[in-house]
């Protein structure tokens, strides 16, 4: 069957879709941090842990991340708008001005974030231009007084401050 579906229709639609935004980052065989921001962290499994996050077959920072022992997922917060753009950005360090900290086996962790997860990673499968990599979950913390940055329509944005039960 062919797809009509046109790519950039497809992408603007999934943007009516809010996300977190995430930093996936690991120090690299030089010892200084690489990563990316990714929109596409999801939970998977609870028992065991799993997490996933899914990546472009064109990004140039995955080959650097892929073979680590560990990888920092940091959630990113509301007030780190920048950080989520610096983390996107081509040409540039987007460590610089950065507070960050590592965890155990080089996993690198976005300092004043919501969440941050120490992963390992368990499996990558092919799935049309990217792949889906699944994480292992070894370590967890939140920070739950810090509010989580949100990824909508193409723009950053804050929740407002109102809650409906579930
Ligand atoms: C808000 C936001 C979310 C993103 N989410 C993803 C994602 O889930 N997967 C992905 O491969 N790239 C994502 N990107 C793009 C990467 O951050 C990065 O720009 C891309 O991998 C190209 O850089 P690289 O060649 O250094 O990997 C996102 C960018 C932004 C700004």
Same mark, same amino acid.
Do not use: Y
């Given at each position: 069957?062919?797809?009509? &579906? ?7 639609? @999934? ?11 690991? &120090? ?17 499994? &609870?028992? %065991? %842990? ?8 064109? $990004?140039?920072?995955? %080959? ?22 610096? &983390? $996107? ?30 992963? $390992? ?37 804050? @929740?407002?401050?109102?809650?409906? %039960?579930?």
């Amino acid at each position: 069957m062919t797809n009509t &579906l046109e790519s950039g229709e497809l992408r603007r639609v @999934l943007g009516a879709f809010p996300t977190g935004v995430t930093a996936i980052a690991a &120090l690299g065989e030089d010892g200084r941090p690489v990563g990316l921001a990714a929109s596409s962290f999801t939970s998977v499994s &609870l028992e %065991p %842990p799993l997490v996933s996050v899914c990546v472009a077959h064109t $990004s140039t920072t995955w %080959p650097a991340l892929r073979g680590r022992d560990r990888l920092g997922v940091s959630v990113l917060g509301a007030h780190q708008e920048r950080a989520g753009r610096q &983390l $996107s950005a081509a040409g540039q360090d987007r460590f610089l001005d950065l507070a960050w900290h590592t965890g155990i086996d080089g996993a690198v962790l976005v300092t004043g974030a919501s969440a941050w997860f120490e992963c $390992s990673i368990e499996q990558q499968i092919r799935a049309g231009d990217h792949d889906i990599i699944l994480l292992r979950v070894h370590d967890v913390q939140a920070d739950h007084d810090v509010a989580p940055l949100v990824f909508h329509a193409s723009k950053f944005r804050r @929740l407002e401050r109102e809650d409906f %039960p579930v």
